[in-house]
């Protein structure tokens, strides 16, 4: 009896000992903590890529160890980026598949895009760089309201005070996506009130789905000058025509208003579902005029309004650009 005991206790220490798979190990393996590092396969582009085309960028790399890797994608005119992170010993495109998006605004143009590979973990943070220039760009998905590249529009309007530019502005490299994008400067000390562009739908509408629960707003805003915490802030107006005559009724139809205050110096995505509209920000609903309900597919106007304080003695100047509404995620830029 004793001697089968000892037969079944090593039996089961063998069976416990056993590690043929790579993914059944408990723990790092030895190879990862204390292998040599070296390239098995490496990173190959090809010169260009067309995203319109539905084109895509695959990093294919092998490595010898699980170590960790940072690819980092940087615009050589826009300074866009975009970075994957992992540690895989294979990386492919199931973990670092670049379909011509950016982290953050600013966006991708057509342009040499650097590609830059590191392994921070390893002995002299081994670093592999290479190019890739853009030939196309990707699809928004999305309804696009204006980028400002068109030009402003004839049933437009815009409200600036008499000592301050507000216009679209191209061609300067500032842009959060594209050429151009909308641009308030000047100084105002006896008002928050900068100015404001108001974009007022066609006459087929803005076309946009009619559920407010899953649409979101989204638009690229940029502080400049006269920033700060509570210094700043953009203001928009959501109109609705709600008796359906084409014209809005601020006595009897819904004004939605959002604000939206200073964060810090960069490009930033705003982005609200619509349906968030009914309550302000402390989740009360809002008194408006109409019935109260956000409805997208009645939105007629949207007013832009950039305010900055009265008493800060210096000029106040912002950005605004990229206004697209987006189902079921906010904007990727």
């Not at 998905?141 to 008499?162: P, R, V, Y």
């Not at 679209?168 to 996506?177: G, H, M, P, R």
């Amino acid at each position: 009896m004793k001697k089968l005991l000892y037969i079944s206790l090593l039996f089961l220490l063998i069976v416990s000992c056993r590690k043929n798979d790579e993914d059944t190990i408990e723990g790092p393996s030895l190879n990862d903590l204390y292998g040599p590092f070296s390239i098995l396969d490496s990173l190959m582009l090809y010169e260009n890529v067309n995203f319109s085309a539905g084109e895509s960028v695959a990093f294919n790399m092998e490595i010898s160890k699980k170590t960790n890797w940072e690819i980092e994608i940087v615009g050589a005119s826009t300074g866009a980026k975009r970075k994957f992170m992992g540690s895989d010993r294979i990386i492919s495109l199931e973990n670092a598949n670049w379909k011509g998006g950016a982290d953050k605004f600013p966006s991708f143009g057509l342009e040499k895009s650097y590609v830059t590979i590191r392994f921070p973990n390893e002995d002299g943070e081994p670093t592999f760089t290479d190019s890739i220039t853009i030939t196309g760009l990707k699809k928004d998905e999305g309804t696009l309201i204006t980028s400002f590249e068109d030009g402003f529009k004839s049933d437009w309007a815009s409200f600036n005070q008499t000592t301050v530019s507000g216009s679209i502005t191209c061609s300067d490299d500032n842009a959060a996506k594209g050429d151009c994008y909308y641009k308030w400067d000047g100084l105002v000390t006896w008002d928050w009130a900068v100015g404001s562009v108001t974009i007022n739908a066609p006459e087929s509408g803005f076309d946009l789905p009619p559920n407010a629960n899953n649409l979101f707003f989204n638009m690229g805003n940029k502080m400049v000058s006269n920033k700060g915490i509570k210094n700043c802030f953009i203001q928009f107006w959501f109109d609705e025509d709600d008796n359906g005559d084409g014209v809005f009724n601020e006595a009897t139809e819904d004004r939605f208003i959002y604000e939206y205050w200073y964060e810090n110096d960069q490009w930033n995505l705003i982005s609200f579902k619509y349906s968030d509209l009914k309550d302000d920000s402390d989740g009360n609903l809002l008194e408006v005029k109409g019935n109260g309900l956000p409805e997208p597919a009645k939105l007629i106007s949207i007013n832009v309004f950039f305010l900055a304080n009265k008493d800060s003695g210096i000029k106040s100047e912002a950005y605004a650009d990229h206004i697209i509404f987006t189902e079921n995620e906010t904007y990727k830029p």
